[in-house]
């Protein structure tokens, strides 16, 4: 079975800094990745996905996120964080040819200081 | 336009009681998803529809019970059996299984008093 860790439970970042949120997850082949947001007491919203082709994906709201097979990583990025990234990120790994039910990591919480 | 709806966004309950979690998709999507979410544990599944009249347990169905009977709804009962139900319930969809990119509704807080 698929597992996502996301190692980091918080960070905290100063508005106009560059964020990097790490995601690492165990599957033999490649899976689908998925990085979502959710603000307090919301439901969660796709930033971007990887399904196949080229590794670095652009996503909403200024993400981009690259998968290395190397390092079975899907680390989610930004170059200058504004106060309203300020939010919970998830990151989730479909098995491809499995069950296709989704595994989530446990969330990084990012804190956006002024 | 086209989303996810769960009513209430906040529910009390009594200990002992069934409460039901209404999640409505007007997306036409197959595929519609039950999560529990409690602080720190990330996303959990309760129980998964990838067709009307058709649904399977996750990974923690204990407690709780669904049904399927149109595309458009998938409801949740929170049972008198589910020891610990105060959590933030997550309802989602999906129009494509295999690829999953999921859609979720805005959520339910449900309180145990």
């Known amino acids: 079975a698929q597992s996502v860790t996301q190692p980091d439970i918080h960070i905290t970042v100063s508005e106009g800094a560059s964020l990097e949120l790490r995601c690492n997850y165990s599957?033999?082949?490649?899976?689908?990745l998925f990085w979502y947001v959710q603000s307090p007491g919301q439901g969660l919203q796709l930033l971007l996905k990887y399904f196949s082709g080229d590794t670095l994906v652009q996503g909403i709201k200024g993400f981009e996120a690259e998968f290395k097979r190397s390092q079975s990583s899907f680390n989610l990025r930004k170059p200058s964080v504004h106060w309203s990234d300020a939010a919970e990120y998830f990151c989730a790994v479909v098995a491809s040819g499995g069950s296709y039910i989704p595994t989530f990591g446990r969330g990084t919480s990012l804190i956006v200081h002024p | 336009d086209g989303g996810i709806t769960q009513s209430p966004k906040y529910l009390f309950r009594k200990e002992g009681q069934n409460v039901t979690l209404s999640c409505e998709q007007n997306l036409n999507h197959d595929a519609m998803y039950w999560y529990r979410q409690d602080p720190g544990q990330g996303l959990r599944l309760i129980y998964y529809s990838q067709i009307v009249n058709d649904f399977q347990k996750g990974d923690i169905a204990e407690g709780y019970s669904v049904s399927r009977e149109k595309k458009e709804s998938f409801p949740l009962t929170v049972t008198s059996a589910q020891k610990n139900p105060t959590a933030f319930y997550l309802c989602a969809s999906s129009k494509n299984p295999s690829l999953n990119e999921q859609f979720f509704g805005p959520g339910t807080r449900l309180t145990v008093l």
């Open positions: 599957y033999g082949a490649t899976p689908y």
